[in-house]
């Protein structure tokens, strides 16, 4: 039996990927979206949801650019996951705000923001420092320890589980092929591309791209590339559904289209580890309490903990091997607000068979330093 | 639709409660739930986002279908809590408001 053969395969079902396969759903049955499965650490289904702006790129001004052109390209990819499944994402962009509980806090964050801004070569775009009467003519429901905070007017958020079944349901309708339950084990470059070895099966492929999150890391030298992520740990509480009052995110807390509360925070580094730590949900609550009193009496319905795929600078790692040009790496923490970029910029490159020069910044040689001598 | 078994009534008095402005006879040791499906009132809420009718299912706390009001509070639990004398009990339609105070505007 010949091995099955498709022009590109996606490693990797989460958001990175599929976000990916969708800027590349014109190849149909020629494209195929490979997924490890139940057993795989899921950041698209654990994280918080937003489309952030507000404070990234804090050392790597194109990381802002590119965060920026995805929020303004995400109206587009909602409009496109509607028309092709009529799946609402819930995308909300009415700007963001970051608050702050003492005066250096919001002295230290308005510090940073403004530094951020004064980078060379940063896109710039407004972060208003506000004072406690800018933030409550915003959200009267804050509460008296609210001192200020930080706004953007690009931030919002969007459902994130939705955006997930969407994409794959657009997949779907197109013939796109979507394995679950086929983890890849080793690529193996071959005369005119890959093939691809899983305990399922193997798949030949022409193009190869890696968007396997966390699994980058064991794949990525098997192509000539190289992937140095690792886990961080984020937690999450999930509140009961109360009516509609948050009608902007905040950073940390924000309130869904179908009026669930949630709090997002806490980075940790602790290896492939979902524990939940009992102090920092404590710590979560306390302080959203602090920004919400209100929240006081609102029940709590659940908590999770889930692993950002984190490299050693925080930045998005996009790649294609010199060694193997037709195999391709993406990875980042935001598969939510890069979506729009990876469907529209960064697919229709790969179809392209070249990532142009607008990508080097993200390459993995910025981690190849040699030490001083 | 519900009624008592007699062979399993203990005659322990009874309470009246007020069910969305209307006078409820209880007993004592009944739980909001049970006073509320044995006055033959099967819809304790209605759901946020479609606005389905609910009621008791579990009567046990596990299944949250039977969210009410008590006595101002919102998404109290009607199975898991026992009735009391002057008790306020409203149904609770789609999601309860943040602040207490605004609870009856919609």
Redo the contacts between chains.
């Keep these: 039996m010949s091995t099955p053969r498709v022009d590109v395969a996606v490693i990797g079902g989460g958001l990175v990927g599929a976000a990916i396969a969708f800027g590349l759903r014109a190849l149909g049955s020629k494209l195929a979206l490979l997924d490890e499965g139940d057993v795989a650490f899921r950041a698209s289904r654990g994280n918080f949801g937003l489309i952030w702006v507000q404070g990234k790129g804090f050392g790597l001004p194109p990381y802002g650019a590119w965060t920026q052109a995805s929020a303004r390209a995400w109206p587009r990819l909602a409009a496109l996951l509607r028309e092709s499944t009529t799946l609402d994402v819930a995308l909300r962009q009415p700007g963001g705000l970051h608050v702050c509980l003492s005066a250096h806090e919001l002295a230290a964050r308005a510090d940073r923001m403004s530094a951020l801004l004064a980078q060379p070569g940063f896109e710039r775009y407004d972060i208003d420092v506000l004072d406690r009467a800018g933030v409550a003519a915003r959200i009267p429901e804050v509460g008296p320890e609210v001192v200020g905070g930080t706004w953007s007017a690009l931030d919002g958020d969007c459902n994130p589980l939705r955006l997930l079944r969407a994409l794959h349901a657009a997949l779907e309708a197109v013939g796109v092929v979507h394995r679950t339950g086929f983890p890849i084990e080793r690529i193996e470059p071959a005369a005119h591309g890959f093939t691809l070895h899983s305990p399922r099966g193997r798949l030949d492929c022409e193009r190869v791209v890696l968007a396997a999150g966390l699994g980058n890391a064991r794949l990525a030298p098997m192509v000539g590339l190289s992937a140095p992520v690792t886990p961080n740990k984020g937690h999450i509480i999930v509140m009961e559904r109360v009516r509609p009052f948050l009608r902007v995110p905040l950073e940390t807390i924000r309130q869904t289209d179908e009026g669930t509360v949630m709090i997002g925070d806490a980075q940790q580094a602790r290896g492939f580890d979902e524990a939940l730590d009992p102090a920092v949900l404590a710590a979560m609550a306390a302080r959203a309490v602090q920004v919400f009193p209100h929240l006081c009496g609102v029940r709590v319905n659940r908590t999770w903990a889930a692993l950002r795929v984190m490299s050693p600078d925080g930045f998005p790692i996009y790649a294609q091997s010199a060694a193997h040009p037709g195999a391709f790496l993406a990875t980042c923490h935001s598969g939510v607000t890069l979506a729009a970029a990876h469907a529209f910029t960064l697919a229709p490159a790969i179809a392209e068979g070249r990532l142009p020069a607008a990508f080097d910044p993200f390459s993995s040689r910025r981690f190849d330093v040699r030490a001083a001598a | 639709m519900f009624a008592r078994q007699p062979d399993l009534i203990v005659e322990r008095g009874t309470i009246d409660i007020v069910v969305d402005g209307a006078v409820v006879a209880a007993r004592t040791g009944d739980t909001v739930a049970a006073a509320m499906l044995a006055a033959g009132l099967m819809c304790t809420r209605t759901t ?2 479609t606005g389905a009718p609910r009621g008791p299912f579990c009567m046990m706390g596990v299944c949250f279908e039977c969210l009410v009001t008590i006595d101002g ?3 109290q639990q009607a199975c898991l809590v026992a009735v009391a004398p002057g008790m306020r009990v409203d149904t609770q339609h ?7 105070a605004a609870k009856d505007s ?1």
Excluded: F
Aim: avoid cysteine.
């Design positions: 946020p986002v509070r919102g998404s789609g999601a309860r408001a943040l602040v207490a919609a």
